[in-house]
């Protein structure tokens, strides 16, 4: 079985940190996404990657950055927290021209 | 460019009972299209999806979905709901070129006894 996982399930941060989101995958996946996930508004693609090295912008990328350094593990940076940033994030990775495979989300909460 | 839509942001069915969720989308080329569950406090998992082979799709837990090219649609049904059945449920589209998927806003199911 896929598996992705997250390094976090839950984290709280104050206004103005700098947070890391980590993800990594088991299944030698070329493909890597960051989403995020509000009531209401679905799923936003944050920034993905096809592979090491390589970062493509989403729909959403203000205020974060990506960083790829090796292929199993996608990280998310947020330079300086916010409050609207508050939300839950979902990693996930996939083959070329596949379904992708979710890792169980981080619930970030920024006071 | 592509896009989906769900019927419904919150749907409730009775156990037992027919459990259908509507998907529409817009695609200039034949996609690829999914269905995601989301339980509680988890991510995302695939029932089903639809790669242009058979156009009725048999996905996990008794889901099935029917690509309807001439409705451009994609509803998710199920004969008999179970309480272990209410989630969120994503529709997703994606054209394969550069694989990226557009997910629907979510249809949350709810399942009263």
């Known amino acids: 079985d896929v598996k992705v996982t997250q390094s976090s399930r839950y984290l709280v941060k104050r206004t103005g940190e700098k947070v890391f989101l980590e993800c990594v995958q088991d299944?030698?996946?070329?493909?890597m996404f960051w989403y995020r996930q509000d009531p209401g508004l679905g799923l936003r693609l944050i920034y993905f990657?096809?592979?090491?090295?390589?970062?493509e912008k989403g729909d959403i990328p203000e205020g974060y950055s990506v960083s790829r350094e090796k292929k199993e593990r996608f990280s998310l940076i947020l330079e300086s927290a916010s409050t609207n940033q508050t939300s839950m994030y979902l990693c996930?990775?996939?083959?070329?021209?596949?379904?992708?495979?979710f890792g169980p989300g981080t619930r970030l909460t920024v006071t | 460019a592509q896009s989906v839509t769900q019927l419904g942001s919150h749907v409730s069915v009775s156990e037992g009972a027919l459990v259908l969720l509507r998907c529409n989308y817009s695609?200039?080329?034949?996609?690829?299209l999914f269905w995601y569950v989301q339980y509680p406090n988890q991510g995302l998992q695939l029932l089903l999806k639809?790669?242009?082979?058979?156009?009725l799709v048999k996905g996990i837990n008794g889901f099935e979905a029917e690509f309807k090219k001439s409705e451009t649609s994609f509803h998710l049904t199920k004969p008999s709901a179970h309480m272990s059945d209410a989630a969120e449920y994503f529709c997703?589209?994606?054209?394969?070129?550069?694989?990226?998927?557009?997910f629907g806003k979510g249809t949350r199911l709810h399942i009263l006894p």
């Open positions: 996930a990775s996939s083959l070329q021209s596949s379904e992708q495979y």
């Open positions: 299944m030698d996946h070329e493909n």
């Open positions: 639809y790669t242009s082979a058979a156009t």
């Open positions: 997703a589209v994606s054209l394969n070129r550069d694989d990226k998927i557009i």
């Open positions: 990657s096809y592979d090491v090295k390589m970062k």
């Open positions: 695609s200039s080329v034949p996609p690829y």
